[in-house]
T-cell receptor, first 111, second 109 residues
């Protein structure tokens, strides 16, 4: 069966520090991968999605970036965090046209 | 650009009531619609997935309907229980998935 792993679960980082969140999927190949952010009291905002290795589409211009170095690995990064980057980050995968499965999320607090 | 709206934003009901959550979307060109549940501080749990060619899906006490032409979906919860308290999210997908802001449901014992 397919599983999705996301870590860390919580993270507290100072303003200006770098960020790296990792998401991996097991039990499938060539999944579509997604990064979403949920700010406090707000809905989910799509940040990036990828349909294959090295293929990244960005939805919102910001100081975040994403990479897909391997088929089942999706990484969200930042060189310098801002206070506004605080939120709940969720990774998801989809086989394409058949619904999404989400990871357990990372709570990021920038202080 | 696809926009998804969920009404009401919050709902509080006594235990045992049947209830309906509403979702509307602006672009009927979708592959599917998915309902999720989110508990506070947790990730999303998929409840029901309706493909664009389907009209409804059922799972236990949950029933979701889809009227693609009018851009509407409803999630019906029968005989609500306190354990149903959570935020319910509706999302539609084509090339990616777009979410509504959710309905926060509280079921009082």
């Amino acid at each position: 069966s397919q599983t999705i792993h996301q870590w860390p679960a919580t993270l507290v980082q100072p303003v200006g520090s770098p960020l790296s969140l990792e998401c991996t999927v097991e039990g499938t190949s060539n999944p579509n991968l997604y990064w979403y952010r949920q700010a406090a009291g707000r809905g989910l905002q799509l940040l990036f999605y990828s349909v294959g290795i090295g293929q990244i589409s960005s939805e919102v211009p910001q100081n975040l970036s994403a990479s897909r170095p391997q088929d089942r690995q999706f990484i969200l990064s930042s060189k310098k965090l801002l206070l506004s980057d605080s939120g709940f980050y969720l990774c998801a995968w989809s086989p394409g046209g058949s619904g999404y499965t989400f990871g357990s999320g990372t709570r990021l607090t920038v202080v | 650009k696809q926009e998804v709206t969920q009404i009401p934003a919050a709902l509080s009901v006594p235990e045992g009531e049947n209830l309906v959550l509403n979702c509307s979307f602006t672009d009927s060109a979708i592959y599917n619609l998915q309902w999720f549940r989110q508990d506070p501080g947790k990730g999303l749990t998929s409840l029901l997935l309706i493909q664009s060619s389907q009209r409804e899906q059922t799972s236990g006490r949950l029933n979701a309907s889809l009227d693609k032409s009018s851009g509407r979906s409803t999630l019906y919860i029968a005989a609500s229980q306190p354990g149903d308290s959570a935020t319910y999210l509706c999302a539609v997908s084509l090339n990616d998935m777009r979410f509504g802001a959710g309905t926060r449901l509280t079921v009082k014992p």
